[in-house]
């Protein structure tokens, strides 16, 4: 039985890390990450609101990327399946056909969210407070 072969992305546009700066990155954030729970302890124990709101906040946010990512996939593989005319070209029918391509749209459609969120966020904060745009200082 031959093994089947895995999926690699070409347009990477790193080349791969040593896997001693690997490690050591890994083993910071680690540590990192260790400090921050360690730091969230503390916090809990002298300010209980503001650890309860961040909490609620990390679980909105990580049910927020879970929907957007999977109703943009869903809404992506509809597009791509759609692009299956006659007039076009065969490699550009279904661009969402392979698992990486798939992994990018997703990524890409967070990051989009994201952006187009804190954009709304800032205008809504700039329309609130006119006073900026005449005297900057005043923010």
């Not at 679980?59 to 597009?79: E, K, N, Q």
């Not at 005319?85 to 749209?105: D, I, M, T, Y």
Request: glycine share 4%; net charge neutral.
């Amino acid at each position: 039985m031959a093994k089947e072969a895995k999926e690699v992305d070409d347009e990477l546009a790193t080349k791969r890390v040593n896997p001693i700066v690997d490690h050591g990155l890994g083993t910071v954030i680690i540590i990192l990450i260790v400090r921050f729970f360690w730091f969230l302890y503390d916090v809990r124990a002298e300010q209980p609101e503001l650890a309860t709101w961040f909490a609620g906040a990390l679980v909105a946010t990580v049910v927020a990327i879970t929907v957007i990512t999977r109703a943009s996939l869903m809404f992506g593989l509809l597009v791509s399946r759609l692009r299956s005319g006659e007039w076009l070209p065969v490699e550009c029918r279904n661009p969402l056909a392979s698992k990486v391509a798939q992994h990018k749209f997703k990524d890409q459609a967070w990051q989009l969210a994201v952006h187009a969120t804190m954009s709304a966020w800032e205008l809504r904060l700039l329309l609130q407070h006119r006073q900026w745009w005449d005297d900057p200082a005043s923010c």
